[in-house]
Structures are given as C-alpha cells and as structure tokens.
C-alpha cells in the first residue's frame, strides 16, 4: 500500500479500536453506530468522485476500509451504500448522479436491492437479503436489465439471520413506484464480489490474531498451548489460508478473478473461523466471547451474494 493508503488503514483501525462497540451497535434500532458511520463518511471512504461531493476515493481505498469493518466486525452500511454508488456511476445518468451521491457521499444510507440470492425474477415481489434495506433512505433495485430508484416509503422489515452484525432485510416491491435511473451493468455484481472479500479476508485476519494470541497466555500441563507443535502447524495453515485469501481479494478485477475471490475467500474465512473455536475450547461457545461472531459472520458472508457453489458452477460457463 501506498503510505496515504496505509494512513487511511490507520485512521480508520483508529477510529473503530476506539469507538465501535459491536454488542451495543447490533442493539439500536437500525443495526449500526450511526456517530460511527459518520465519522467514517467524514475520512472519505466511499467511491464516490470529487465531482460529487465524495473524496475522490477509490475501489483500493473503500476495500481498505472494509477490511478494517472486517476485523472488528463492526455493523456498517458501508457495503450496501458502496454497491449503490457503484450501480449508479454504470448508469451514467448524471442527472441521478447529481442528485444522489452528494447525500450519499454525506452520510445517508443507500442500498441496492438486486436477485443476487435466485429468489426473484421480476421487480413485482418481496426482495430478500437486502443490506440495510429496512433503514436506507436511498434505494436502487435491479431486474437484471435496469437499475430503477424506488420510492423510500416502500413497505420493507428487518429480516433476523444468523449473524447479528449482518443488517439484512426484506423490501416488498409489490406496489413500490419505480423510477428508471438507466442500464444496469453486470460489472457490479463483480464489484460486490470484490468488495466482500476484502472484508472477510480483515475477519480472517483478526479471527486468526485472537486465536494466536490466546494460544500464549492458555496454560495446559505447565505450558502455554501455542508451545505445542500440533496446535502451530494449525495456526501456521491459518496464517496461509489469510495470506492466499488476501491476494486472491487483492486480485479481484474481472468476472473471473471477483468469482474466484468470493469461492476462495468464503472457504478460507470459514476454516480459519472454525478453527478459531476449536483452538479457543470451551470459551468460545459462551456468549460472552466473540469467536461465535466470527463463526457466524464467516457463515453469513459465505452465503451473501451467492454461495461459493453458485460461483464455481459460474465459474465452468466463463472460464
């Protein structure tokens, strides 16, 4: 990384180590630290360009940033705002653009409303899975061909799942008014790709540092258990497991290497964060600990835009 995009990792590391409260946040009725959200709108982490409103960022420094959410599972609608700006720069409508990503670029939740999951075909039924979908205040929605802006006084509800630090909902387009922004570009779907698995390789990373850390200070037969060569060759494989999923996030600019990164990323994630509970013991299934967080969210974020059976099954028609 460039030293201003280390800057960028440090500031934003900075602001989570010292304001986000994980528990607390998935607790307040939209699901996220809105003072949180507003401090990270403030260091400029969405893509949106100057001309909007926004920073001037870019995919890399976004992704950064993700990473960081990753680590600390922190609630954000960082990643439904990010594709929202994305769907509506393939547009290339300027007229929406103007409108919309200086509110975005300023702290207002946007989402993107798109069949990613194979449970919708048209614009006429309950959309599932959306990311912050029953808070956002600007909402997009895809049928496949356009990208169309729905009126916010939509009927929509919080969808629990699994993984309470996932903000998921269902937005119920029955009767939804529906403008048309303009063409609706695949590349996105690619962008989301990439953008997930930039957070979960900061999961596996951070799930993998706990894991080592208390490896050192847990005592069995008079010795830390991190001294025992078994439990070092299986941090020793979830530190390549990090590193391999790092590069192949890093890589991720295209439809092949966004796919190849969702299917790697996934299943590294959920090895390390398995093995995260298992190295911990008994702790980590009390509810007090967090590696069940880690657990559940490598679950969650497996499945979210497709599970990795969905993109290898993709992968053998493009490749």
Request: net charge negative.
């Amino acid at each position: 990384m460039t030293p201003e995009q280390l800057a960028l990792r440090d500031a934003v590391r900075g602001l989570l180590d010292k304001h986000s409260d994980v528990r607390a946040a998935i607790e307040t009725p939209h699901g996220y630290d809105k003072d949180v959200w507003a401090r990270l709108t403030d260091i400029g982490v969405l893509p949106i360009p100057e001309r909007y409103g926004g920073s001037g960022a870019t995919t890399t420094e976004t992704h950064i940033a993700l990473e960081e959410l990753g680590r600390t599972l922190t609630p954000s609608p960082l990643l439904a705002s990010t594709l929202a700006v994305q769907a509506l720069l393939a547009t290339g409508n300027e007229e929406a653009c103007q409108r919309l990503l200086p509110r975005i670029a300023e702290g207002t939740v946007a989402t993107l409303v798109w069949p990613w999951d194979g449970t919708r075909i048209g614009l006429d039924g309950p959309a599932r899975h959306v990311l912050n979908g029953d808070t956002a205040e600007i909402l997009l929605a895809t049928d496949g061909t356009d990208l169309y802006e729905i009126d916010p006084g939509v009927a929509r509800e919080h969808t629990p799942t699994m993984d309470q630090t996932r903000r998921l909902a269902t937005v119920h387009l029955d009767q939804a008014a529906l403008t048309l922004v303009g063409p609706w570009k695949p590349e996105v779907r690619d962008a989301a790709l990439a953008a997930l698995s930039a957070e979960q390789v900061g999961t596996a990373a951070r799930a993998l540092e706990l894991t080592v850390s208390y490896t050192k200070t847990r005592v069995q037969f008079g010795r830390p258990i991190g001294s025992f060569q078994a439990l070092k060759h299986r941090m020793a494989d979830m530190h390549v497991l990090v590193e391999t999923a790092r590069s192949a996030a890093q890589a991720a600019t295209d439809e092949v290497s966004a796919a190849v990164a969702k299917v790697y990323c996934s299943e590294a994630l959920f090895k390390v964060a398995a093995e995260m509970v298992q190295l911990h013991g008994g702790i980590a299934i009390t509810w007090e600990h967090d590696a069940h967080l880690y657990l559940k969210r490598a679950h969650g974020s497996g499945q979210l835009f497709g599970s990795p059976a969905v993109h290898l099954e993709r992968l053998c028609t493009v490749i």
